[in-house]
């Protein structure tokens, strides 16, 4: 029972609510005039929410910072006039298949996919990189020189000259690696359904880092920190301890209820756990008592209440009768408890009870529980063997036939599997934006076959050159996008033929690109008036109808995935996108004809290019024959 305020509602406290569902990274803590602890708005952050320049200011407040973070929010929130090309040739059952892998940096991928993904994503894992020292750190646009970072954290002073010693372990490589995963974070995180989450395979480098922007950028929504034994003989190589271990940050877009992560026992876990059987199938007995002595006749009135059993039988009853014997949850010592049921639940499953004699004599009430439908909650220690990274590399060349190390450590396909198994079905969309070695498709692509459900993978990875002197260079793999694309065919091909299952085994391959539009259309300003005769046309000559169609589908939020045709109409091309959710006909002087035939299948959308109308007095037409045969059509042009 809530006690009235009797006050007017705090709208200061309320605003701050509502800017916390926009921009929750922006809330932070202050005290107040008592020295309590209070929300706040950081409005420096909010400044930077909002403006299309940079912000400087400063202030004291609990927050993470370092050089670059503003930079990071900027590029974050800046739109990017990059575009996906369609890749046909390297793609697999491209007709029918519902997977994506994308090649290109992550950051302006992710940014394209915002308005088809918004709020869709169930389920995103990523394998960054450690910021070890050794592996590839993303170079944004933003990142700074040596000389930016230390005039921008104050360690050169007004002639120029260093102040101290600033390695690239101890503060200029952490800002780098903290702004590349901040701005891709914040975005990820508008892509996630909000019962969504995120695993983040991390090590110690960046482990307290990582779990601030994290605990920022997810409006401190942590579910766990998983510790996962990944090499049981430890790194010979480490300086003080032999490290076997590195971690799973998890986080969710919102709470989530209690055992939402919890996953189906395996059926030896059944085995040992359900020892009794009946008709109804594997079951065990629970004591019907409550067991916390917490809980008890003094506080919980309502559960207790006696129960009668027949002593031949062991049946239960709720009503006395002739020989039967009362029992009440009283312990031995004479502590009144009480039941986990109250009287209604226990009336209605009261086939579910039985009664067993202890060794004293005395009568205890069970529950019959059934295997079926049983669940448990994951360990935040995963020890499993099969977790193993040495399973990962087995598993990875066991696909390639060969001990050549053409991909050093890939994930194991179990461990992912495990992950996705907590919180995906269905046609729950799973995403990696640092795929590698695609083990996250591998990990769809099994879930699928063994529980029939549909999930669907989106994986983005830069095409990152292979060294010249390396096994996967030598074997004819030029990028580690081509070791990802082969192995989601060799996979695939894998599971089809020991499970006979008929797995979605396709993906669909785009390509990170400029523009299809010419320059001059972003940036006019830039282009003297004797160049203007080479832009009669503002798309670029290289780009094909197909080309210009996805960029069409990604400004107006249509899944990637959907099903595309193109069929020829009066000499033109017309493409259609699911049926006529989308009709775009690309071609330069479209006749009447075609645009009447268009109209008449009445698309919900339609798009032509500027130059598909001869002048001014067309395209008034077009709009008139729209209007009578297709009024509800969103038109648009490029």
């Not at 430890?234 to 996953?263: C, M, W």
């Not at 039985?354 to 909650?377: D, H, L, P």
């Not at 049926?579 to 009445?602: H, T, Y």
Request: net charge negative; charged share 30%.
């Amino acid at each position: 029972m809530r006690k009235l305020t009797m006050k007017s509602p705090d709208l200061t406290q309320s605003n701050i609510d509502r800017i916390a569902e926009w921009f929750p990274h922006v809330i932070t803590e202050t005290r107040d005039a008592d020295g309590n602890l209070k929300r706040a708005i950081d409005f420096e952050l909010l400044r930077q929410e909002l403006s299309g320049d940079l912000v400087e200011g400063d202030g004291e407040r609990f927050q993470l910072t370092w050089p670059g973070k503003k930079r990071a929010i900027l590029l974050a929130n800046a739109p990017t006039d990059k575009t996906l090309r369609p890749v046909r040739e390297e793609s697999a059952d491209w007709e029918n298949t519902r997977h994506l892998y994308i090649e290109g940096d992550n950051l302006d991928v992710l940014k394209l996919l915002q308005e088809s993904y918004l709020n869709k994503v169930k389920c995103i894992y990523i394998d960054p990189p450690y910021n070890t020292g050794k592996d590839f750190i993303y170079r944004d646009d933003f990142r700074m020189s040596k000389r930016e970072y230390l005039e921008s954290s104050d360690q050169l002073d007004v002639e120029g000259n260093r102040l101290f010693l600033n390695t690239e372990s101890n503060g200029r490589f952490h800002s780098d690696w903290l702004t590349m995963m901040y701005s891709r974070l914040k975005i990820a995180r508008n892509l996630l359904r909000d019962d969504g989450v995120i695993f983040i395979s991390i090590d110690d480098h960046e482990l307290e880092h990582l779990r601030m922007i994290c605990n920022e950028i997810f409006s401190g929504n942590f579910v766990a920190q998983i510790t996962l034994l990944c090499n049981p003989k430890g790194r010979s190589q480490d300086k003080y301890f032999a490290t076997n271990h590195e971690y799973i940050l998890v986080y969710s877009k919102s709470e989530l209820p209690k055992g939402y992560f919890s996953v189906s026992k395996d059926e030896e876990q059944i085995e040992a756990e359900y020892p009794e059987i009946d008709e109804h199938g594997r079951y065990r007995l629970l004591e019907l008592r409550n067991t916390h002595r917490e809980f008890g006749r003094h506080n919980r009135k309502n559960l207790f209440y006696p129960f009668y059993v027949d002593p031949e039988t062991a049946d239960v009853s709720l009503e006395p009768g002739e020989g039967r014997v009362k029992v009440e949850p009283i312990w031995d010592d004479g502590f009144e408890g009480c039941w986990t049921w109250d009287r209604n639940k226990a009336r209605r499953e009261l086939h579910l009870l039985t009664a067993k004699r202890s060794a004293n004599g005395s009568w205890k009430i069970y529950r019959k529980s059934y295997a079926e439908g049983a669940v448990k909650m994951l360990k935040t220690i995963f020890d499993d063997r099969r977790f193993y990274t040495e399973k990962g590399q087995a598993a990875f060349s066991s696909l390639f036939g060969t001990k050549a190390k053409l991909f050093q450590a890939p994930k194991s396909v179990e461990l992912i599997k495990t992950l996705l198994r907590t919180v995906t079905k269905d046609d729950d969309i799973v995403l990696d934006f640092f795929s590698g070695s695609a083990t996250t498709a591998q990990a769809v692509m099994e879930l699928n076959a063994e529980d029939g459900h549909r999930r669907r993978y989106i994986l983005v990875q830069l095409p990152e050159p292979t060294r010249e002197d390396s096994d996967a260079y030598r074997a004819g793999f030029r990028t580690i996008a081509e070791i990802g694309k082969e192995r989601i065919r060799r996979a695939a091909r894998k599971i089809r033929e020991e499970t006979g299952a008929g797995i979605d085994g396709g993906f669909r391959v785009f390509r990170l690109d400029s523009s299809n539009i010419k320059d001059v259309y972003y940036t006019p300003g830039e282009f003297v008036q004797t160049e203007l005769p080479g832009f009669v046309s503002n798309i670029k000559e290289d780009r094909t109808g197909e080309d210009l169609l996805i960029q069409v589908m990604l400004e107006l939020g249509l899944d990637l995935s959907l099903p595309m045709e193109s069929r020829r109409i009066d000499g033109k091309t017309v493409h259609y996108v699911a049926g006529n959710s989308l009709m775009a006909c690309f071609e330069d002087n479209v006749p009447e004809s075609v645009i009447r035939k268009i109209a008449q299948e009445r698309p919900l959308r339609v798009v032509f290019r500027d130059g598909s109308f001869a002048d001014d007095a067309a395209r008034i037409n077009v709009e008139e024959l729209f209007r009578i045969l297709s009024p509800g059509t969103d038109i648009r042009v490029l």
